[in-house]
């Protein structure tokens, strides 16, 4: 399952990612298909805007840590 979702993606678009291995980009999201997630602006919106058509949806799963370059964001 791994491997379609982020080695192929990655050499499809050319781009030296889709591993985790020493010296490779640190790209990763910790998701927890067993969570659950309210949408809302205070709560998962990161985009300039003040409107959601999907405000207050619940839906299973949750991310639970994203690193962006080996950092914790």
């Known amino acids: 399952?791994?491997?379609?979702?982020?080695q192929g993606?990655?050499?499809l678009l050319g781009l030296d990612a889709?591993?985790?291995?020493e010296g490779a980009p640190a790209d990763?999201?910790?998701?927890d298909?067993?969570?659950h997630t309210s949408i809302g602006l205070n709560k998962t919106h990161h985009m300039n805007m003040d409107y959601s058509a999907?405000?207050?949806f619940e839906i299973d799963g949750?991310?639970?840590?994203?690193?962006?370059?080996?950092?914790?964001?």
């Open 9 to 11: 993606p990655a050499a």
């Open 33 to 35: 298909p067993n969570g």
């Open 62 to 73: 949750a991310v639970q840590t994203v690193l962006s370059r080996g950092k914790v964001i």
């Open 1 to 6: 399952m791994l491997r379609p979702l982020t």
């Open 54 to 56: 999907w405000e207050g």
């Open 18 to 21: 889709g591993v985790l291995a």
């Open 28 to 31: 990763v999201v910790v998701y």
